[in-house]
């Protein structure tokens, strides 16, 4: 640390300059108080405390998370407001299971509009299969075509199946299969998505069918893992046995 060293220093005036007359004294201006520069505006906010970073990175990662999800239209003073409301404990305008709800409302609704296309497709798609002969249309919406036709037990919702499958895109494309695994899949009926949950309960053990599945039957609007938002599903679908509830 540097230290100030403050030396105290005695000069000798010679006493010609001494003997001059003194001038008179200026009298001292008032300058006028001067107000502190306005900070510019658009002046990046100082992080100062922890507690400030966290609260920017909570919204850089709640405003990251909706504008990848396509939420473009933001109304920022409402958002303050809520969450005033909520630190302040006071009545918010909406109540925690009504906003849950209508978030996954929203939520649903910029998926779809992101996945309009596979959408627009499947229902294309859809609409020209169930014209085939031999081809089922259910009230759900699930189209299903009898290959083979079982004489076992069929499943209810509330047993275990155990069957042998191939999932393809409506282009072809392959996603899963439990053939090249070499091992059938065993779920309970009810555990699996609602075009298998019916169209397995409409198969006899033995039975093998095709599935043609609506993405609202299947994974809905969402992404899930090779298979884009709101796909058409095609499954071809082998009934091995029924493990009734015990």
């Not at 249309?137 to 069929?154: A, D, F, N, P």
Request: net charge positive.
């Amino acid at each position: 640390m540097k230290k100030l060293i403050f030396f105290s220093c005695v000069l000798a005036v010679p006493a010609m300059i001494m003997a001059q007359p003194a001038k008179p004294a200026n009298k001292p201006t008032t300058k006028p108080a001067t107000k502190p520069a306005a900070k510019p505006a658009g002046t990046t906010p100082v992080l100062k405390t922890l507690s400030d970073s966290a609260s920017y990175a909570i919204g850089v990662d709640m405003a990251n998370f909706y504008k990848q999800q396509g939420f473009t239209s933001f109304n920022v003073s409402l958002f303050t407001k809520a969450c005033n409301d909520v630190y302040a404990d006071k009545q918010p305008l909406l109540k925690e299971g009504s906003a849950n709800e209508l978030m996954n409302k929203v939520m649903i609704k910029l998926q779809e509009d992101k996945a309009k296309p596979y959408i627009d497709a499947g229902k294309a798609y859809l609409a020209e299969n169930k014209k085939r002969p031999g081809v089922k249309t259910t009230t759900s919406g699930l189209q299903y075509e009898v290959v083979t036709e079982g004489t076992g037990i069929k499943p209810t919702s509330l047993d275990t199946f155990v069957c042998h499958y191939r999932g393809t895109l409506i282009n072809g494309t392959q996603f899963d299969a439990s053939y090249d695994r070499g091992q059938p899949l065993i779920m309970p009926v009810s555990g699996v998505i609602r075009g298998w949950t019916e169209g397995l309960q409409l198969m006899s053990v033995g039975s093998k069918y095709k599935f043609f599945i609506p993405y609202n039957l299947a994974y809905g609007a969402f992404d899930n893992g090779a298979i884009p938002g709101g796909s058409t599903l095609l499954f071809d679908v082998e009934l091995l046995d029924v493990k009734k509830r015990q």
